[in-house]
């Protein structure tokens, strides 16, 4: 071999060597491609691993190094956990490369850059996850590093979007100096970018120091730039972009600014008025939760939606400190509730409590509040999926939780669009319990819920156990006092969790029935019932299900209240099981049979009396059919456990007997929830307003003259309590159009338009 064409076979080799060196990444991130779609996220991520570390100046390195990154700041995305609701949470994928390495990888990415502008993005990507992690040092530094090169390459717009998060960082962690420097002289070297942003950002560094007059300034400054930028864009969007489904009102910086300046305006409103406090502690088990938003909510600025706590929150979220403790000072008197936002990984492993309930701040009073989060409930028994048929038995057992003195095991059906829970058995003692549902009680636990199209779901019918039903079980932890601790199921769901479920194999052999109503043809259903009742009149399956049929499907056209009573009446003639008791009493009731109802419930007190919801139900039915004294002693029996109002008919009662000192009493030692209602049409309509209430009803026992004599406010107490049903609005406005005939200033009309706006 001449030297000649030894040159040429090492150029050839070296030639095929930097193709294939140019040529791996790309390949490598194909393949990275594929194993995701496949689902296969351990191999993808070893694979991104090396393609980091073997090629890190290549633009694929890059962008899996962002993927990486993009994954662990999606961790940030909390559960947020309110007095009834949680959003979040839901199934956790493991991020399988922790931050320490995502770090490593970050920074060799980052020098291995040769393009200036991607090496100071790199820089601003560490800054982001050291400061996602708390390393607010590291995270100072490299933001810095990347402001400064961004400025240096002429990047003036990333220098802008830099200086925005490091001026975040210096308020998270009270560095008021050094963030107002840096908003002062971003404002000026910056001044046709993000300005509305940096003056939103000086009003947040003002609202903090308690300068509200230059923090409203700021503000109001923020708000006409956004404006101006909204404008702006509106008159130069394209085409494609004409169904952009946004508002002035949705973005960002003027959503925040309004909300501030509102918040700046209740707090002047409420200036003069003596201030209280809410401070507490957040634990798990005995060690502190640092990290927990905290967000301090007005009850009466509730809207039911998650999408806007910004807006109503009485001051800025509160952090807690490395002792589990947040504080909230001057807070004005009134009804608040709190609002917890937590990372999924701080909750894993931990159950659901239902701890955050209202509660009232007063004059100079402080607040003291505790929430504990203790571990899951662990069900020992069963794992997986079982398949259930009837006759059959399944042990359910699970590990004492320290603390609890009872437990109620849950039942979740999984729906055509969701899932839907109730409490299957309650007060449940020991750690285990033998599920087996025989003969009826197989169809006991039904959900009355609507798949899609509005269509109503068989379980209505058929009960929770029919063929097809897939059902997981969860344990809930009691404390002495009922209240829950823990449960099995969590706020965030583990794919491989393994949870106890059964699939419903055959039941009973179904009915001709019974199979319609799996295909969700009710009318044909009916008469396939109706049939087989000529041939089994007494058939106690046949019977519930025409009951069933008539008193739920509104949205199925065969809704019959009249009818549903009948069938039960007979049904009740060859069964008489606790549920089917229950369900024709709650059947009489919707048909105005009260007196019927309130027997039937009797029947089954030693059952129900467990529910301390069932005490008020007993209160209004004793009212209804005139035994106030009676409807008083079961009020007041839930109302001794649980302080709240579920609406005014205790207050009702007491007013119908005569006994303005007794009412007073009772709206002054409860509570009242404060949340809005909503009408016919979904608007919000204000609740009753207590302190109105209170101060005419004072006056009126004070002697003050009503043109309303006692047997005309007790007739009128009366029809309030007769509002029900559906078109409780319109209802509620023609009784307070009526009263209002007896003169709109009378003492007593005041106090009946309160009561009548309690039954929205």
């Given at each position: 071999?001449?030297?000649?064409?030894?040159?040429?076979?090492?150029?050839?080799?070296?030639?095929?060597?930097?193709?294939?060196?140019?040529?791996?990444?790309?390949?490598?991130?194909?393949?990275?491609?594929?194993?995701?779609?496949?689902?296969?996220?351990e191999?993808?991520?070893?694979?991104?691993?090396?393609?980091?570390?073997?090629?890190?100046?290549?633009?694929?390195?890059?962008?899996?190094?962002?993927?990486?990154?993009?994954?662990?700041?999606?961790?940030?995305?909390?559960?947020?956990?309110?007095?009834?609701?949680?959003?979040?949470?839901?199934?956790?994928?493991?991020?399988?490369?922790?931050?320490?390495?995502?770090?490593?990888?970050?920074?060799?990415?980052?020098?291995?850059?040769?393009?200036?502008?991607?090496?100071?993005?790199?820089?601003?990507?560490?800054?982001?996850?050291?400061?996602?992690?708390?390393?607010?040092?590291?995270?100072?530094?490299?933001?810095?590093?990347?402001?400064?090169?961004?400025?240096?390459?002429d990047?003036?717009?990333?220098?802008?979007?830099?200086?925005?998060?490091?001026?975040?960082?210096?308020?998270?962690?009270?560095e008021?100096?050094k963030?107002?420097?840096?908003?002062?002289?971003?404002?000026?070297?910056?001044?046709?970018?993000?300005?509305?942003?940096?003056?939103?950002?000086?009003?947040?560094?003002?609202?903090?120091?308690?300068?509200?007059?230059?923090?409203?300034?700021?503000y109001?400054?923020?708000?006409?730039?956004?404006?101006?930028?909204?404008?702006?864009?509106?008159?130069?969007?394209?085409?494609?972009?004409?169904?952009?489904?946004?508002?002035?009102?949705q973005?960002?910086?003027?959503?925040?600014?309004?909300?501030?300046?509102?918040?700046?305006?209740?707090?002047?409103?409420?200036?003069?008025?003596?201030?209280?406090?809410?401070?507490?502690?957040?634990?798990?088990?005995?060690?502190?939760?640092?990290?927990?938003?905290?967000?301090?909510?007005?009850?009466?600025?509730?809207?039911?939606?998650?999408?806007?706590?910004?807006?109503?929150?009485?001051?800025?979220?509160?952090?807690?400190d490395?002792?589990?403790?947040?504080?909230?000072?001057?807070?004005?008197?009134?009804?608040?509730?709190?609002?917890?936002?937590?990372?999924?990984?701080?909750?894993?492993?931990?159950?659901?409590?239902?701890?955050?309930?209202?509660?009232?701040?007063?004059?100079d009073?402080?607040?003291?509040?505790?929430?504990?989060?203790?571990?899951?409930?662990?069900?020992?028994?069963?794992?997986?999926?079982?398949?259930?048929?009837?006759?059959?038995?399944?042990?359910?057992?699970?590990?004492?939780?320290?603390?609890?003195?009872?437990?109620?095991?849950?039942?979740?059906?999984?729906?055509?669009?969701g899932?839907?829970?109730?409490?299957?058995?309650?007060?449940?003692?020991?750690?285990?319990?033998?599920?087996?549902?025989?003969?009826?009680?197989?169809?006991?636990?039904?959900?009355?819920?609507?798949?899609n199209?509005?269509?109503?779901?068989?379980?209505?019918?058929?009960?929770?156990?029919?063929?097809g039903?897939?059902?997981?079980?969860?344990?809930?932890?009691?404390?002495?006092?009922?209240?829950?601790?823990?449960?099995?199921?969590?706020?965030?769901?583990?794919?491989?969790?393994?949870?106890?479920?059964?699939?419903?194999?055959?039941?009973?052999?179904?009915?001709?029935?019974?199979?319609?109503?799996?295909?969700?043809?009710?009318?044909e259903?009916?008469?396939?019932?109706?049939?087989?009742?000529?041939?089994?009149?007494?058939?106690?399956?046949?019977?519930?299900?025409?009951?069933?049929?008539?008193?739920?499907?509104?949205?199925?056209e065969?809704?019959?209240?009249?009818?549903?009573?009948?069938y039960?009446?007979?049904?009740?003639?060859?069964n008489?099981?606790?549920?089917?008791?229950?369900?024709?009493?709650?059947?009489?009731?919707?048909?105005?049979?009260?007196?019927?109802?309130?027997?039937?419930?009797?029947?089954?007190?030693?059952?129900?009396?467990?529910?301390?919801?069932?005490?008020?139900?007993?209160?209004?039915?004793?009212?209804?059919?005139?035994?106030?004294?009676?409807?008083?002693?079961?009020?007041?029996?839930?109302?001794?456990?649980?302080?709240?109002?579920?609406?005014?008919g205790?207050?009702?009662?007491?007013?119908?007997?005569?006994?303005?000192?007794?009412?007073?009493?009772?709206?002054?030692?409860?509570?009242?929830?404060?949340?809005?209602?909503?009408?016919?049409?979904?608007?919000?309509?204000?609740?009753?307003?207590?302190?109105?209430?209170?101060?005419?009803?004072?006056r009126?026992?004070?002697?003050?003259?009503?043109?309303?004599?006692?047997?005309?406010?007790?007739?009128?107490?009366?029809?309030?309590?007769?509002?029900?049903?559906?078109?409780?609005?319109?209802?509620?406005?023609?009784?307070?159009?009526?009263?209002?005939?007896?003169?709109?200033?009378?003492?007593?009309?005041?106090?009946?338009?309160?009561?009548?706006?309690?039954?929205?």
């Open positions: 071999m001449t030297k000649k064409t030894l040159i040429i076979l090492v150029i050839i080799l070296g030639l095929i060597l930097t193709v294939g060196y140019i040529s791996t990444p790309k390949l490598m991130a194909v393949k990275i491609a594929a194993y995701e779609q496949e689902g296969n996220q191999n993808a991520v070893i694979l991104k691993e090396r393609l980091i570390r073997f090629f890190p100046g290549s633009e694929e390195a890059r962008w899996e190094v962002y993927s990486l990154i993009d994954r662990l700041l999606e961790k940030e995305e909390r559960v947020m956990i309110g007095p009834d609701f949680t959003s979040g949470g839901g199934a956790e994928e493991d991020i399988l490369v922790p931050a320490e390495k995502v770090i490593v990888y970050l920074l060799k990415v980052t020098k291995a850059q040769k393009e200036a502008m991607w090496k100071y993005n790199m820089y601003e990507k560490l800054g982001e996850v050291y400061h996602s992690q708390g390393s607010f040092s590291a995270a100072e530094e490299n933001y810095l590093i990347a402001a400064k090169g961004f400025e240096a390459v990047g003036n717009f990333r220098a802008a979007e830099t200086n925005i998060r490091l001026v975040d960082l210096y308020l998270e962690t009270g008021q100096e963030a107002l420097s840096l908003i002062e002289e971003s404002s000026k070297k910056y001044a046709d970018l993000y300005i509305d942003e940096f003056l939103s950002k000086k009003g947040d560094l003002f609202f903090q120091q308690g300068d509200y007059q230059k923090a409203e300034e700021c109001r400054k923020a708000l006409e730039e956004a404006k101006k930028d909204w404008d702006e864009f509106q008159a130069h969007r394209s085409d494609q972009e004409e169904s952009i489904n946004a508002t002035l009102d973005q960002p910086v003027y959503r925040h600014s309004k909300s501030q300046m509102e918040l700046i305006r209740n707090l002047k409103t409420k200036g003069d008025e003596a201030k209280g406090s809410v401070k507490g502690e957040i634990l798990k088990g005995n060690i502190p939760m640092s990290n927990v938003l905290v967000y301090l909510i007005n009850e009466k600025k509730y809207d039911g939606s998650m999408n806007h706590l910004e807006g109503i929150q009485e001051s800025s979220a509160f952090k807690t490395m002792k589990g403790e947040f504080k909230f000072d001057n807070v004005a008197p009134g009804r608040y509730f709190l609002v917890l936002g937590l990372l999924p990984e701080d909750l894993n492993g931990l159950g659901r409590f239902n701890g955050l309930k209202a509660f009232t701040v007063e004059e009073q402080t607040k003291e509040l505790r929430y504990v989060f203790q571990p899951k409930a662990k069900i020992l028994e069963p794992t997986g999926q079982n398949t259930f048929n009837a006759g059959e038995s399944l042990k359910i057992a699970w590990e004492e939780v320290p603390g609890a003195k009872s437990y109620n095991l849950h039942i979740t059906l999984k729906l055509e669009n899932y839907a829970s109730q409490v299957y058995r309650q007060n449940l003692r020991g750690n285990s319990y033998i599920f087996n549902p025989q003969g009826m009680a197989l169809r006991e636990m039904n959900f009355v819920t609507w798949g199209e509005y269509v109503l779901g068989p379980s209505a019918i058929l009960g929770s156990f029919y063929p039903a897939e059902i997981f079980f969860v344990v809930e932890a009691l404390d002495d006092e009922g209240r829950p601790i823990s449960d099995s199921e969590g706020y965030v769901l583990e794919p491989s969790g393994n949870y106890p479920s059964i699939q419903v194999g055959e039941t009973n052999p179904l009915s001709i029935g019974d199979k319609l109503v799996l295909e969700k043809k009710y009318s259903a009916i008469k396939a019932y109706l049939k087989g009742l000529e041939e089994k009149p007494n058939d106690p399956h046949i019977l519930l299900s025409l009951a069933r049929l008539y008193n739920y499907g509104w949205t199925e065969t809704a019959d209240l009249g009818k549903a009573v009948n039960y009446e007979e049904l009740l003639k060859v008489r099981d606790r549920f089917i008791v229950q369900a024709a009493a709650g059947a009489n009731n919707q048909a105005g049979n009260y007196e019927t109802a309130l027997k039937l419930y009797e029947e089954i007190e030693n059952e129900m009396g467990k529910s301390i919801f069932w005490f008020h139900q007993m209160g209004e039915l004793y009212f209804r059919t005139g035994n106030t004294e009676k409807a008083i002693e079961y009020y007041q029996r839930y109302l001794n456990k649980e302080k709240e109002f579920i609406d005014l205790p207050v009702i009662a007491y007013l119908y007997q005569d006994d303005v000192p007794g009412a007073l009493k009772l709206l002054k030692e409860n509570s009242y929830s404060e949340r809005v209602r909503y009408n016919s049409e979904r608007e919000t309509e204000k609740p009753a307003d207590i302190n109105q209430l209170i101060n005419n009803l004072e009126y026992h004070n002697g003050v003259h009503s043109a309303l004599n006692k047997e005309d406010f007790k007739k009128y107490l009366w029809e309030i309590m007769s509002i029900n049903g559906s078109n409780r609005f319109e209802k509620v406005q023609a009784f307070q159009a009526k009263i209002k005939s007896w003169g709109e200033k009378d003492v007593l009309v005041f106090v009946l338009e309160e009561l009548a706006k309690d039954r929205l």
